[in-house]
């Protein structure tokens, strides 16, 4: 529900440009600002939950994000949908900021590495549906339609939501207070294990994620001219991303989560280059192995947050996703330079800069990795 509510406006990006007389870079907005208020929305509700228990604040911006995606449906114009989208988003991060310390609390480490890596999948699947609805519904029954189908899928997972989910058996309390959730907060940022995985899923989100939305200019024009149904059909592509993260626990352990991320971030720098062969096939390949990359390194990165956290887990793993999706939020400005000056060459130009001080920070990360486990053992 989350996901696919984040995402279901990506497929639909020319039609917003089209249908508001707005620019490919401000109809993208409609996307980045609802991630840019998710990630920095995710900072307040990690610890919040710490405080206050997991279940019943997920529940509550589930109900938000109903809310807003129905009055979505009513928006006369193009700021209206910018604002309701940028609320929409901070409703968006309570989940998500909470879900994997609600498994940390519930399962040991072994388990949580593939628990994570499922819930990740499910991710993916949620984004995948939205952008699929996004494109089929956008095509036949305009934004209006497509929002309202939304906030009524919406409403019936959240009553599957609240049936389904057990309440916390595991968890405990700690109060609320400013001054000690910021000096847990300065020691993650200080703990390069964990700041080294953040930059590392930021970056690479700040690339994989913008790529889609500017490929959705490139096969809606000549010579591919794409529907809005068959530009949402495309993010098909991000099913080998659902294996790639129920596969990373395993990957994991067997070579070391760093390589893990070292490994696909290659996979995205390979991929984004068969995007630029003059072929919708070459482009869909592309992408599928550009959709494993990613996931393989998030996924991996994700569940090492997890691990390596010292204390408020729920807080770290909130700083994890605050990177996430500023990155996908400002990685559109980045690549867009990329995209006027040479199109879509230019962005897979850009892409392969910034995935090398990716692959970077992943070598750094296994060194330091590497030495800490020397010294423990």
Partial sequence: ??????????????????????SALQSSA?????????????????????????????????????????ML??????????????????????????????MSDEFN?????????????????????GRLLGGFLGGNYGLAGTFEFMALLSLLLTMAFF???PPSVHFSPKPL????????????LANKRLLL???????????FVNQYSFITFVLKDAPYQLSAQFIGMLF???????????ISGKLGKRFSQPVCMMAGTVIIIFGSGITLLPSLYAIILGLLINAFGFFLTHSTASSWVSLNAQGGKASASSLYLTFYYIGASTGGIYLNVFWQQGHWSGVVLGSWLMLLVVLCLGYWLKKIGHSVKSKTS
Avoid at 3 to 19: G, R
Avoid at 33 to 56: E, H, N, Q, W
Avoid at 109 to 129: K, P, R
Avoid at 177 to 188: E, Y
């Fill in 109 to 129: 480490a072994d388990a949580l590495m593939l628990a994570v890596g499922i819930y990740i999948s499910g991710n993916s699947l949620g984004g995948i549906g």
């Fill in 73 to 102: 449906a009513f928006a006369i114009d193009y700021q209206s949908l910018l604002i309701l989208r940028a609320v929409q988003g901070f409703f968006l991060a309570g989940l998500p900021a909470i879900a994997v310390a609600y």
């Fill in 197 to 207: 995985s953040y930059l590392i899923g930021g970056l690479s989100f700040f690339i």
């Fill in 30 to 70: 409609s996307f980045t600002i609802t991630t840019f208020t998710l990630g920095v929305s995710l900072l307040f509700y990690g610890p919040l939950s710490d405080a206050m228990g997991r279940k019943g604040i997920m529940l509550f911006t589930m109900c938000g994000i109903t809310a807003t995606t129905l």
């Fill in 1 to 22: 529900m989350v996901f696919a509510n984040l995402y279901v406006t990506q497929p639909l990006l020319p039609m917003i440009a089209e249908h508001f007389a707005v």
């Fill in 236 to 246: 098909l592509t991000y099913l080998s991303g659902t294996y790639a993260s129920a």
């Fill in 177 to 188: 207070r400013l001054k000690p959730m910021l000096a847990q907060m300065g020691a993650h």
């Fill in 163 to 165: 049936w389904l989910l």
